[in-house]
């Protein structure tokens, strides 16, 4: 069974290579525990850290999370994922749809579900919270992230839910200034780059 930091340590894998200029960190719902356990790793490692890290659509990992959904039917899984994760009707309709669709989600639920962190690592880069105003898996808790970096911390929180990335006009704005951000690291002060 794979874990959180098994996809960290794979993401990992894949950029280790590419780790030679300024980079971030992205992760939204569980890609921003993935972009948080990729970020410790290569601290410990003693590699660059990342220009900034941006985690989107999740609290801080803690605990596990409760009863895993492996142990769901397929109706109960759905009532557990009500809220956030929205299924079209014709997959809901024809089993054939739903074995192809419910065998990969329900595997991320039981890895994100398994998940926990008895201690957290402060991280030694900026990190930036994108949280969805109506988004019931945040439910206002997003700024406990905000100590787990000596350096500064940004929070946005943008109209709709846990999908607000496709919700709210304004996101592509804010990641295109992110990006930008990054981009300069090189040509000045960090105090400088995120008075900017």
Not at 21 to 34: D, I, K, Q, R
Not at 48 to 72: F, H
Not at 121 to 139: N, Y
């Amino acid at each position: 069974m794979a874990s959180i930091q098994d996809y960290a340590r794979d993401a990992l894998d894949q950029i280790a290579g590419q780790l030679d200029g300024p980079f971030g960190l992205m992760g939204h719902s569980m890609g921003a525990w993935v972009a948080y356990e990729v970020a410790t790793l290569l601290s410990s490692g003693h590699l660059p850290d990342p220009s900034v890290l941006v985690v989107s659509g999740n609290v801080v990992p803690a605990g596990t999370c409760g009863a895993a959904s492996e142990n769901l039917d397929d109706d109960a899984f759905l009532d557990s994922m009500s809220g956030y994760v929205s299924m079209p009707a014709e997959v809901l309709h024809r089993p054939e749809l739903r074995e192809v669709f419910f065998t990969p989600l329900r595997s991320d639920f039981v890895v994100v579900q398994r998940y926990s962190r008895a201690h957290h690592q402060i991280l030694e880069c900026p990190i930036v919270a994108l949280f969805g105003a109506d988004d019931p898996l945040t439910c206002g808790q997003g700024h406990e992230w905000s100590r787990l970096t000596t350096r500064q911390y940004e929070e946005h929180i943008f109209r709709g839910g846990h999908f607000f990335l496709f919700e709210d006009a304004d996101v592509p704005k804010v990641l295109t200034q992110l990006v930008d951000r990054s981009t300069v690291l090189s040509h000045g002060t960090e105090e400088e780059l995120w008075n900017r």
